[in-house]
């Protein structure tokens, strides 16, 4: 099979297309047909080997995965060929303490595809078969692609780990990110007021389009300023954070009383010299937010909220497999709004 590989760390050069022995499945895995693969932010840090996560080389990343079912192993019943899938990329160890008392998405020492694993930037990925959510009718392999980390990860954030509630005011930062342009529609969904930030007016007349009650560029005003005067001087209940160290002291100016902040990248520095005090004098909450800890019923019900229209997928371009530099060049020159999508 065609993939795309790179066998040493680096820019986008390192990444080569070419032929790789098709993956063989165990008794319980299913092989998949990639039919699109997203890019997300992190398979770019990983072929830069700027991430914490273990990657061993040569590797195929690739996260975000739907495709189809084209082969199942000799034990698998629950699936079957020819299905439809998007993939769970987070395979759970089932043998950890977490995993034992069925609190799997807590696993201990869990693996992900595209990470630890080969990943779908590949004309086949082998997975368990667990890990496949299938595709409902109506709902494009591309559109599905964009599904398990963006939207995931903005709905395990907001609904689970912020507790948004209808009527709360939410600040999404980076709103013409994949991940963005995602918590803008769920914040929206869950009955909040949404004010969004992004770097240009044409990203923010897109944000605006998607359900943003208020945009701030962020190049051309103080954000934390603006939120002041949106707010009446009372703060925001909850902000929806992927930068990081840049904009903390700014974000701590911009919460309300017992507000909550969800840290969800660092692509803007992560280490930050922090005045603990107003967490202390208003009751504010900091909390990390990663992907890969969300219960796979977040996917299952992302994947039927886009099936239903009650979310929309966003995608900036769409390029063949073979073009995976071009492809991640744009992500690394953040024009993009919202996703871009690799066609095997």
């Not at 954030?157 to 209808?166: D, T, V």
């Amino acid at each position: 099979m065609k993939a795309v590989v790179y066998h040493e760390f680096g820019g986008v050069d390192v990444l080569k297309y070419e032929d790789v022995p098709d993956p063989e499945i165990g008794d319980e895995e299913v092989l998949v047909r990639v039919r699109a693969t997203s890019i997300n932010h992190l398979d770019l840090r990983l072929r830069a080997g700027k991430s914490p996560r273990p990657v061993k080389l040569p590797h195929i990343g690739g996260v975000d995965i739907a495709g189809d079912v084209v082969k199942v192993g000799s034990r698998v019943t629950q699936v079957k060929e020819g299905t439809r899938v998007v993939v769970d990329p987070v395979i759970r160890c089932g043998k950890c303490r977490f995993c034992q008392i069925g609190e799997q998405n807590m696993c201990a020492a869990p693996k992900i595809v595209g990470v630890n694993l080969h990943g779908g930037f590949a004309d086949y990925v082998k997975v368990p078969a667990v890990n496949v959510v299938p595709i409902p009718n109506g709902l494009s392999y591309n559109d599905a692609s964009t599904l398990p980390i963006c939207f995931v990860t903005a709905w395990y954030a907001l609904i689970e780990r912020g507790n948004i509630k209808p009527g709360e005011t939410v600040l999404v930062h980076a709103a013409g990110s994949g991940t963005g342009s995602a918590a803008v529609q769920i914040a929206k969904l869950a009955g909040a007021r949404v004010i969004a930030t992004a770097g240009s007016d044409e990203k923010l007349a897109r944000v605006k389009e998607l359900g943003a009650d208020e945009t701030i560029n962020y190049n051309s005003l103080d954000f934390a300023a603006e939120i002041k005067k949106l707010t009446g001087e009372n703060g925001v209940d909850l902000i929806f954070d992927q930068i990081g160290a840049s904009v903390w002291d700014k974000n701590i100016q911009s919460l309300s009383a017992k507000g909550r902040m969800l840290l969800i990248g660092v692509v803007g520095g992560g280490n930050v010299s922090a005045n603990i005090g107003p967490l202390i004098m208003r009751d504010l909450s900091v909390l990390g937010v990663t992907v890969f800890q969300a219960p796979r019923r977040n996917l299952v019900t992302i994947v039927n909220l886009a099936a239903e229209g009650k979310i929309r997928p966003v995608i900036d371009k769409i390029f063949p497999l073979k073009e995976a530099q071009a492809a991640q060049r744009v992500l690394e020159d953040r024009n993009q709004f919202g996703k871009v999508v690799l066609n095997p």
